[in-house]
């Protein structure tokens, strides 16, 4: 009898892995994100993501999977989006306390005082030391945020060629006018600080592209000079004439 033909086997068939959609992957991401840096920013497009994602999954019949990756980041997302609405209170209480700590300082006063002791100025909570302002200055103070800054220089007196208030005034005037461009400044005027004679003027002029304004005062304190320079930007001079008129009057030194 003759050997039977075995037919040969069918043809595999070969099977198609379904497809994740890209939008559940970005769900996946997104989710992970708003943990991280994204917060509700991420959150959100997290839910929309996933929502889209297991939508398509659904009615592609079989040709889309993912369905897990789509849960996943629909899972996240809505714990991020929770925790997320839990905060903003918390949040909204931290800029509130920030604001009423900035106000404070703005209101309160504090004494700062030269290296020695000998040189000090009366300015806002928020002012501070800034040394990188002036190498010969003896005090050197302000507010980098607001950009309005104080300095003091000494001279003494005998170290000057019978230098009088007015003539030391005068130098220190024009040198700083030359140093400017489109320099001017307002006549000097009298007053006293400390209980010393003084002499006080405004000095307007570009320096360094930038256009600035100086209250420039100078003190006849004893054996010594007290050359105060205050200023601010030119656009901020309105707002901060009046404080560094404050703290310049607010000059004290001993002996």
């Not at 959150?43 to 079989?62: D, E, L, T, W």
């Not at 929770?82 to 306390?97: F, T």
């Not at 005082?113 to 928020?126: E, L, N, Q, Y």
């Not at 130098?171 to 002499?199: C, E, F, Y």
Request: with cysteine.
């Amino acid at each position: 009898m003759a050997d039977e033909t075995q037919p040969p086997p069918p043809p595999a068939v070969a099977q198609t892995v379904p497809r994740t959609p890209p939008v559940a992957i970005w769900s996946l991401i997104l989710a992970v994100l708003s943990f991280t840096c994204g917060w509700l920013f991420t959150a959100i497009p997290a839910v929309i993501c996933g929502h889209i994602a297991r939508a398509k999954i659904r009615k592609s019949g079989g040709a889309l999977g993912g369905r897990g990756i789509a849960t996943t980041g629909l899972i996240l997302g809505y714990t991020a989006l929770v925790l997320g609405i839990m905060g903003i209170p918390l949040l909204i209480s931290m800029i509130q306390s920030d604001r009423e700590r900035l106000q404070r300082l703005s209101t309160e006063r504090k004494e700062i005082a030269s290296d020695d002791g000998k040189i000090k100025v009366t300015v806002p909570g928020t002012w501070t030391k800034l040394p990188e302002l002036n190498k010969q200055a003896s005090l050197q103070v302000g507010n980098k945020s607001k950009e309005v800054y104080l300095i003091v220089i000494t001279d003494t007196k005998a170290d000057l060629d019978n230098f009088t208030l007015e003539k030391h005034h005068q130098q220190t005037r024009d040198r700083m006018l030359q140093k400017m461009k489109n320099a001017s400044g307002t006549q000097p005027v009298s007053l006293t600080i400390d209980g010393h004679p003084a002499l006080q003027d405004e000095l307007t002029g570009t320096e360094k592209g930038t256009n600035v304004v100086f209250l420039h005062t100078t003190v006849a304190d004893g054996d010594h000079f007290q050359q105060i320079l205050g200023w601010t930007l030119k656009s901020r001079w309105q707002k901060q004439d009046r404080l560094l008129r404050e703290v310049t009057a607010s000059f004290r030194s001993e002996k």
